[in-house]
T-cell receptor, first 110, second 114 residues
Framework: EDQVTQSPEALRLQEGESSSLNCSYT??????LFWYRQDPGKGPEFLFT???AGEEKEKERLKATLTKKESFLHITAPKPEDSATYLC???????????FGGGTRLMVKP | DVKVTQSSRYLVKRTGEKVFLECVQD?????MFWYRQDPGLGLRLIYF???????EKGDIPEGYSVSREKKERFSLILESASTNQTSMYLC?????????????FGPGTRLTVL
């Protein structure tokens, strides 16, 4: 059974204070690892897909990296508008479904 | 840009009512999904469909049914709503194959069953 664990559950940062969010996974053959951002009361917004260990992707202040066991979402010099819940999900070779982690709620104070 | 729309942002229904949640996507995606999201439980898959008139049960299908008569539209049906079905419902779509299978989500429907 595929499993995804995100840590920490919540993270408070000062504006400009860089940090990383962790997504640990176990999956029978990784087809893709996905990062989403979700604002309160809204649907998840797609950020990145990573397919193989060593891959990295960047978007503005966010960079996602992937190893064989985990993925990190690095946030450089965050701003208050980066405050949201960040979700990680994996898809195995076995089927069409995603398995989601519980999310990390990020709060960036000005 | 991919666009997934859901028929209502907020919905309030009574116990025992039949409830229809509609989802439409405009990217000709083969796959469509219905999730519910609850605090502490995360996103859980209810049903998905990989083609017109095809459906597969997800992790929590009990109390729900689905309908996909057209490729762009996927409906979630609560035959007899109960209070434990109060939740945020999220629809998603994704292409099939082609090297990318990212799921794109709609804005969500917050359903309250009284």
């Amino acid at each position: 059974e595929d499993q995804v664990t995100q840590s920490p559950e919540a993270l408070r940062l000062q504006e400009g204070e860089s940090s990383s969010l962790n997504c640990s996974y176990t999956v029978s053959g990784l087809r893709g690892l996905f990062w989403y951002r979700q604002d309160p009361g809204k649907g998840p917004e797609f950020l990145f897909t990573l397919y193989s260990a060593g891959e990295e992707k960047e978007k503005e202040r966010l960079k996602a990296t992937l190893t064989k066991k985990e993925s990190f979402l690095h946030i450089t010099a965050p701003k208050p508008e980066d405050s949201a819940t960040y979700l990680c999900a994996v898809r195995s070779n076995a089927g069409n479904m995603l398995t989601f982690g519980g999310g990390t709620r990020l709060m960036v104070k000005p | 840009d991919v666009k997934v729309t859901q028929s209502s942002r907020y919905l309030v229904k009574r116990t025992g009512e039949k409830v229809f949640l509609e989802c439409v996507q405009d990217m000709d995606h083969e796959n469509m999904f219905w999730y519910r999201q609850d605090p502490g439980l995360g996103l859980r898959l209810i049903y998905f469909s990989y083609d017109v008139k095809m459906k597969e049960k997800g992790d929590i299908p009990e109390g729900y049914s689905v309908s996909r008569e057209k490729k762009e539209r996927f409906s979630l049906i609560l035959e007899s709503a109960s209070t434990n079905q109060t939740s945020m419902y999220l629809c998603a779509s994704s292409p099939h194959g082609g090297g990318t299978d990212t799921q794109y989500f709609g804005p969500g429907t917050r359903l309250t069953v009284l």
